[in-house]
Nanobody, 115 residues
Framework: QVQLVESGGGLVQAGGSLTLSCAASGIIFGINVMGWYRQVPGKQRELVAAVTSSGRVQYADFVKGRFIISRDNAKKMVSLQMNSLQPEDTAVYYC?????????WGQGTQVTVSS
């Protein structure tokens, strides 16, 4: 089991930047993926970005060129640098850790982008 705690959410103006961080506790080993998802009321939770234990990165089309995901295995953290934020980026952002026998979620952190 892996426990995840997100931080860094808040309110920013359109065009601004914000960095989210996720701290993991527990043993992280083998092939795994850490990523960020987001969800707004009435919509499904959607993948924002993910990075594998080998460094493979995947971004959703709507954030390519704006967001950067990174992970620090020694510190057991994954971060999401969000730039050029727009009101449609407003959502609750969740950190995720996945491997064959473990799928863990953080509690979520609210990101609100004003016009």
């Amino acid at each position: 089991q892996v426990q995840l705690v997100e931080s860094g959410g808040g309110l920013v103006q359109a065009g601004g930047s914000l960095t989210l961080s996720c701290a993991a506790s527990g043993i992280i080993f083998g092939i795994n993926v850490m990523g960020w998802y987001r969800q707004v009321p009435g919509k499904q939770r959607e993948l924002v970005a993910a990075v594998t234990s080998s460094g493979r990165v995947q971004y959703a089309d709507f954030v390519k060129g704006r967001f950067i995901i990174s992970r620090d295995n020694a510190k057991k953290m994954v971060s999401l640098q969000m730039n050029s934020l727009q009101p449609e980026d407003t959502a609750v952002y969740y950190c995720n850790f996945h491997r064959d026998r473990d799928d863990s979620w953080g509690q979520g952190t609210q990101v609100t982008v004003s016009s």
